[in-house]
């Protein structure tokens, strides 16, 4: 019996392509993360803010449910954010090169005025292995968080990467205290494989008398299924990026965004 080697080898090279792709849908939808976040401040009081973060495709979408109706795009490939008011109709643009160079000075501000600890924050690390508790202790913050594993190393490394540049960003916006402490725990939590369910600020701030503690907490619920509503959600945000809103610059973003009534981001901060 003869046969076609040429043909068979062609049926192996279509097999082995409709596997590859299958493979690589696989592991795209496997790394795909839901997380809602509610953030807390004091004891006893409801949210102040609800976010929903989508990671799918190489992107983080970063969906700002109440107080306001903002929107932030993680562009990994790109190493850029997106920031859209739906509201006001708005969209601008920050790269992480520019996130850099923020920071950087901040870095020579710090140094220059001989605040060092800001920059290269001491922190008391301890983990209990148990319950996924992380504690990193220092002056004047303090975070406490309650991990949960991630399903793979590369989910574990795409979080810390957002919420590297999420507080760089944040820190940027609204002035808050600088990165570098929340920087570390980052580390810490992706160095371990985890993922936070629960983050607890506490800053120690005031006078030597007149001392007071400011208690920030932020809970997470972690899912790797993404809903039909999920993904329109997705499709939509996308087109906002290519649709009619106005682009403007970075600080006429900032100046048109009210961000006297925007929280502190404690999903990353």
Same mark, same amino acid.
């Given at each position: 019996?003869?046969?076609?080697?040429?043909?068979?080898?062609?049926?192996?090279?279509?097999?082995?392509?409709?596997?590859?792709?299958?493979?690589?849908?696989?592991?795209?939808?496997?790394?795909?993360?839901?997380?809602?976040?509610?953030?807390?401040?004091?004891?006893?009081?409801?949210?102040?803010?609800?976010?929903?973060?989508?990671?799918?495709?190489?992107?983080?979408?970063?969906?700002?449910?109440?107080?306001?109706?903002?929107?932030?795009?993680?562009?990994?490939?790109?190493?850029?954010?997106?920031?859209?008011?739906?509201?006001?109709?708005?969209?601008?643009?920050?790269?992480?090169?520019?996130?850099?160079?923020?920071?950087?000075?901040?870095?020579?501000?710090?140094?220059?005025?001989?605040?060092?600890?800001?920059?290269?924050?001491?922190?008391?690390?301890?983990?209990?292995?148990?319950?996924?508790?992380?504690?990193?202790?220092?002056?004047?913050?303090?975070?406490?968080?309650?991990?949960?594993?991630?399903?793979?190393?590369?989910?574990?490394?795409?979080?810390?990467?957002?919420?590297?540049?999420?507080?760089?960003?944040?820190?940027?916006?609204?002035?808050?205290?600088?990165?570098?402490?929340?920087?570390?725990?980052?580390? &810490?939590?992706?160095?371990?494989? *985890?993922?936070? !369910?629960?983050?607890? #600020?506490?800053?120690?701030? /005031?006078? @030597? +008398?007149?001392?007071?503690?400011?208690?920030?907490?932020?809970? &997470?619920?972690?899912?790797?299924? *993404?809903?039909? !509503?999920?993904?329109? #959600?997705?499709?939509?945000? /996308?087109? @906002? +990026?290519?649709?009619?809103?106005?682009?403007?610059?970075?600080?006429?973003?900032?100046?048109?965004?009210?961000?006297?009534?925007?929280?502190?981001?404690?999903?990353?901060?």
């Amino acid at each position: 019996m003869l046969v076609n080697v040429r043909l068979v080898n062609t049926r192996w090279l279509v097999a082995l392509v409709v596997l590859g792709a299958f493979l690589s849908t696989f592991r795209l939808c496997a790394e795909e993360l839901r997380v809602d976040t509610e953030i807390l401040v004091g004891e006893g009081q409801p949210p102040i803010a609800k976010y929903l973060t989508i990671f799918s495709n190489g992107r983080v979408y970063d969906f700002m449910l109440a107080p306001q109706n903002e929107i932030t795009i993680y562009d990994q490939r790109r190493g850029k954010f997106d920031l859209i008011d739906t509201k006001k109709q708005l969209r601008t643009t920050i790269t992480t090169e520019e996130l850099q160079s923020f920071i950087g000075k901040v870095k020579n501000f710090a140094l220059r005025e001989g605040k060092v600890s800001l920059i290269a924050p001491e922190l008391e690390i301890s983990f209990n292995e148990t319950e996924h508790l992380l504690e990193c202790k220092g002056s004047p913050v303090t975070y406490t968080v309650q991990g949960e594993t991630a399903r793979t190393a590369k989910i574990a490394s795409d979080y810390r990467e957002f919420a590297d540049w999420s507080i760089q960003l944040s820190s940027m916006r609204q002035h808050t205290l600088p990165p570098f402490a929340r920087l570390i725990v980052n580390g &810490h939590l992706a160095d371990r494989g *985890l993922l936070p !369910k629960q983050v607890t #600020r506490q800053v120690v701030v /005031g006078g @030597l +008398l007149r001392k007071k503690t400011q208690l920030t907490r932020s809970l &997470h619920t972690l899912s790797g299924k *993404l809903s039909s !509503k999920d993904r329109q #959600r997705i499709e939509e945000a /996308g087109a @906002l +990026l290519s649709g009619e809103f106005r682009e403007v610059s970075l600080p006429e973003y900032l100046r048109e965004v009210d961000l006297a009534v925007r929280p502190t981001n404690q999903k990353a901060g």
